[in-house]
T-cell receptor, first 115, second 111 residues
Framework: EPEVTQTPSHQVTQMGQEVILRCVPISNHLYFYWYRQILGQKVEFLVSFYNNEISEKSEIFDDQFSVERPDGSNFTLKIRSTKLEDSAMYFC?????????????FGPGTRLTVL | AQRVTQPEKLLSVFKGAPVELKCNYSYSGSPELFWYVQYSRQRLQLLLRHISRESIKGFTADLNKGETSFHLKKPFAQEEDSAMYYCALSGSSGGSEKLVFGKGTKLTVNP
C-alpha cells in the first residue's frame, strides 16, 4: 500500500541554521500539506500546496518558511533561520482529490530539535 | 473562527466497557468532521468521517449540529483500541480544506 514518506526521522540543528524537511507524497496525489505538533500541543496546520503553488498558509508560516516541489515527487519544507520554538514534529500529508471528500494521508513525521 | 475542543486529555476504561471520546467544534459554515487515530509508534490515520456515516472497528460518531458535537463512541472497548484520538474539522475559505485538530485524547483500555 503506498505511503507518504518523510526524511529525516529526526533532525537536530543549532538555532539560526537552515533546515530542509523532505516528504515524498503518494504518487498520484494532488494536494500537499505540512502540519506541525509542538510537544504536548495540538497538530497545527502550516501550509497547503496545490498545482505548484501555495493555496493557503497559516499565521505560523511566516517569511522564514518556504515550500517547494522541485521535481514532481519531493515536497520540501525549508526553515531559513531556525528558532528554539520551531522544535516540533513536522508532518507531511497528501490527498488524491478534492479535500472535502478524500482522506489526508500522513507521513510518519520528522522530529526537529533546535538547540 | 475554527476550533475543535476535546475536553479529556486522558481516558481510561476497562476492556469490554463502553467508551465515549468527546469532541465539540466551532465553525461558522458547514464543516466536515473527522476522527484520526495514532497508535503507538505509528502515523496519524483516518478512523472515520461524518460524511460517510460508517462504523470502523466498532466506532461510530454522530454529528450533532445543535450541540456542535461529534463524539466518538464504542460500546465495548478492546485493548487494541488504546491510542491517541484526534477530532478534526475541515473547512476553510481558501479552499484547501486544511484540517483543524483538537488537542487529542489518550485512550487506555485496561485488561
Amino acid at each position: 500500500e503506498p505511503e507518504v514518506t518523510q526524511t529525516p526521522s529526526h533532525q537536530v540543528t543549532q538555532m539560526g541554521q537552515e533546515v530542509i524537511l523532505r516528504c515524498v507524497p503518494i504518487s498520484n496525489h494532488l494536494y500537499f500539506y505540512w502540519y506541525r505538533q509542538i510537544l504536548g500541543q495540538k497538530v497545527e496546520f502550516l501550509v497547503s500546496f496545490y498545482n505548484n503553488e501555495i493555496s493557503e498558509k497559516s499565521e505560523i508560516f511566516d517569511d522564514q518558511f518556504s515550500v517547494e516541489r522541485p521535481d514532481g515527487s519531493n515536497f520540501t519544507l525549508k526553515i531559513r533561520s531556525t528558532k528554539l520554538e520551531d522544535s516540533a514534529m513536522y508532518f507531511c500529508a497528501s490527498i488524491s482529490g478534492a479535500p472535502r471528500f478524500y482522506e489526508q494521508f500522513f507521513g510518519p513525521g520528522t522530529r526537529l530539535t533546535v538547540l | 473562527a475554527q476550533r475543535v475542543t476535546q475536553p479529556e486529555k486522558l481516558l481510561s476504561v476497562f476492556k469490554g466497557a463502553p467508551v465515549e471520546l468527546k469532541c465539540n467544534y466551532s465553525y461558522s459554515g458547514s464543516p466536515e468532521l473527522f476522527w484520526y487515530v495514532q497508535y503507538s509508534r505509528q502515523r496519524l490515520q483516518l478512523l472515520l468521517r461524518h460524511i460517510s456515516r460508517e462504523s470502523i472497528k466498532g466506532f461510530t460518531a454522530d454529528l450533532n449540529k445543535g450541540e456542535t458535537s461529534f463524539h466518538l463512541k464504542k460500546p465495548f472497548a478492546q485493548e487494541e483500541d488504546s491510542a491517541m484520538y484526534y477530532c478534526a474539522l475541515s473547512g476553510s475559505s481558501g479552499g484547501s480544506e486544511k484540517l483543524v485538530f483538537g488537542k487529542g485524547t489518550k485512550l487506555t483500555v485496561n485488561p
